[in-house]
């Protein structure tokens, strides 16, 4: 099923991330996934997230597909040159998959690879054209496919970023090249995820907003620190401190975020950085 | 040529007193590029094109066929302006020779300096004082470009969408490649329909 039809449908649709392991040992992931099967439309399934060597996002899309339960199959351009971007496309069309999210990816650097080769032959915006050629029933080169994919795109969009401006500008050149619908990095401040909304809603795109539940104060200062364009609040932040109940709080934070940003926007995608097991209790606390 | 996606390993200067002589650069360059550079670029597009077609026909097949022939002029030119376009952008803008130049279209930032390569806009990691993830200590190329294009009045350009690059023009003159239409960044000058 494309999420597209949710859209279309006017669902508020909910994803959440399924991180594939470092190794073959799936058992624990598909626990996570089965755990939330029925709370969730979609399921992302990261590409080598933050360059860190993973079991492939292709397969566990597979995975995902076999077991009844919709993947979103996350393609980055950091590892691959534009053939097996295209092949890994066409592959993932003739395995089911119909929701695909193009990223550019973290820098070889920030991983547990920092001696890779960095590929970035294409880039989000190009792996768009490209798919978008592709579906048209051409490759990049020109040459013709037999028979050809089709799939519901996706992109992403900080709207935290600085300056916000030129991150629209490529945003609408995203939706020219072909994207259909956006996911957020996480927000955590509503009012200035309103702002951005209002910049955005001239284009008619579904935007589904990021969230992060908050593990602790310490990882909400480390995200102000080093990610950028995620802002913690302080209000936030002595919320994580004082609780008693770190848990508690947080899915009471990430309850709240969504409560307060479902009206702007079509959509929410859950990050819970191996705290899949809290994620019902969020969508309990925000009303979905 | 290297590795295009490792940022400025060769270049001479630091990147600090670089960013003082790109300040100044930039804006020389908005003045110079659209007084004198473009127009005789323009120029000799022309004269080229009276030389090779007497005016009239597949005026860019014409240079490509003048430039892939291998005759003595054809590897003057070519030796030429390689050497001149390579020397003036590598030390005026830190050009990392991707043989399909976009500087025009980024206020005169090489977007070839940006660790991923982008090439149509910045990735979510610009901190909030502007510099790069990848390096933290260096300006985000794109938040440069960004900068240098309001301050130029040229935020349209932003807009252009620029395909992937073409490895296999990496290396060579882009200029060479502009007239001999292999570059498929811009068509030649077509940007510029209006000053033509």
């Known amino acids: ?288 | 040529m290297g590795a295009i996606t490792s940022v400025d390993r060769k270049n001479p200067f630091s990147y600090k007193s670089r960013m003082v002589i790109d300040s100044v650069v930039l804006w020389l360059m908005g003045i110079a590029h659209s007084r004198y550079v473009k127009p005789l670029l323009l120029r000799l597009f022309s004269l080229g094109q009276r030389l090779l077609s007497g005016g009239n026909g597949d005026i860019e097949g014409r240079f490509q066929r003048f430039f892939d022939g291998g005759g003595l002029a054809s590897r003057v030119v070519y030796g030429t302006v390689f050497l001149v376009e390579k020397w003036t952008k590598e030390v005026l803008f830190g050009c990392h020779n991707c043989g399909q130049c976009l500087l025009s279209y980024t206020g005169y930032t090489c977007t070839m300096r940006c660790p991923k390569g982008l090439r149509n806009g910045p990735c979510g990691g610009t901190s909030a004082a502007g510099k790069c993830e990848v390096y933290p200590d260096r300006w985000c190329v794109w938040y440069l470009i960004y900068t240098r294009c309001k301050r130029l009045h040229r935020l349209d350009t932003l807009r252009m969408m620029h395909p992937g690059v073409d490895w296999s023009l990496v290396g060579t003159p882009s200029w060479v490649n502009l007239l001999a239409g292999r570059d498929k960044v811009a068509e030649p000058f077509g940007l510029d329909k209006e000053t033509r």
């Not at chain 1, 990050?271 to 899949?276: D, R």
């Open chain 1, 1 to 288: 099923m494309k999420l597209g039809e949710l859209f279309q449908n006017g669902k508020f649709v909910i994803t959440v991330e399924a991180g594939p392991p470092k190794g073959v040992d799936v058992k624990q992931m598909l626990e996570d996934v089965e755990l939330l099967r029925d709370r969730v439309d979609a399921f992302n399934v990261t590409d080598q997230q933050s360059s860190v060597m993973k079991l492939g996002s292709l397969a566990v899309s597979h995975l995902l597909k076999e077991r009844g339960v919709e993947p979103i199959y996350q393609l980055t351009c950091r590892d691959r040159n534009r053939i097996a971007l295209q092949s890994d496309l066409l592959s993932a069309y003739v395995l089911g998959i119909e929701n695909v999210l193009c990223l550019t990816g973290d820098y070889v650097t920030l991983g547990d690879h920092p001696s890779a080769k960095p590929v970035f032959d294409l880039h989000s915006v190009t792996l768009l054209l490209t798919l978008s050629r592709l579906q048209k029933g051409y490759d990049l080169a020109g040459q013709e496919l037999k028979g050809k994919p089709e799939f519901y795109v996706g992109a992403v969009v900080n709207p935290g970023a600085n300056p916000l401006e030129s991150q629209i500008i490529k945003m609408e050149k995203k939706i020219k090249a072909g994207a259909q619908f956006f996911q957020t990095q996480a927000v955590y401040e509503p009012e200035k995820f309103a702002e951005f909304m209002k910049e955005v809603e001239r284009f008619g795109v579904p935007v589904m907003v990021g969230i992060i539940p908050l593990k602790s104060a310490g990882m909400a200062r480390f995200m102000n620190r080093n990610v950028a364009g995620v802002h913690v609040p302080d209000h936030l932040i002595s919320e994580m401190k004082e609780t008693k109940d770190r848990a508690k709080t947080s899915v009471e934070i990430a309850g709240r975020l969504i409560r307060e940003m479902k009206g702007l926007c079509q959509g929410v995608h859950i990050m819970a950085l191996g705290w899949e097991k809290y994620v019902p209790a969020v969508l309990d606390a925000a009303g979905l």
